[in-house]
């Protein structure tokens, strides 16, 4: 299975700054999405920033101007500005992808990593 491992979270004021990584572990063959997503208490998963079909890029209308995408050969990260309370949640990576030539693409989702931003 792919593995994925999130870094980068913690707690920080608001006006900060943190950056996120996730670094995928495992046979991977293609990615077909990755990105992040966070979820605050009682309240529905959403995304946050991914890089879709076709390298297009998706934000959340609540994020955009403050949090920018990337990748590399490693992974990818998510750099968060402007930091704001309601910005506090799990984060969690997330990888669309298939392990193998022959092989369905499948959703891979990491343990998350919490943000914090205080007020």
């Known amino acids: 299975q792919v593995h994925l491992v999130e870094s980068g979270g913690g707690l920080v004021q608001a006006g900060g700054s943190l950056r996120l990584s996730c670094a995928p572990s495992?046979?991977?063959?293609?990615?077909?999405?990755m990105g992040w997503y966070r979820q605050a208490p009682g309240k529905q998963r959403e995304l946050v920033a991914a890089f879709t079909g076709g390298g297009s890029t998706n934000y959340g209308d609540s994020v955009k101007a403050r949090f920018a995408i990337s990748r590399d050969s490693v992974g990818v990260y998510l750099q968060m500005n402007s930091l704001k309370p309601e910005d506090t949640g799990v984060y969690y990576c997330?990888?669309?992808?298939?392990?193998?030539?022959?092989?369905?693409?499948?959703?891979?989702w990491g343990q998350g990593t919490q943000v914090t931003v205080s007020s």
């Open positions: 495992g046979r991977i063959f293609s990615i077909n999405a």
């Open positions: 997330y990888y669309n992808a298939r392990t193998d030539y022959s092989g369905s693409s499948l959703d891979y």
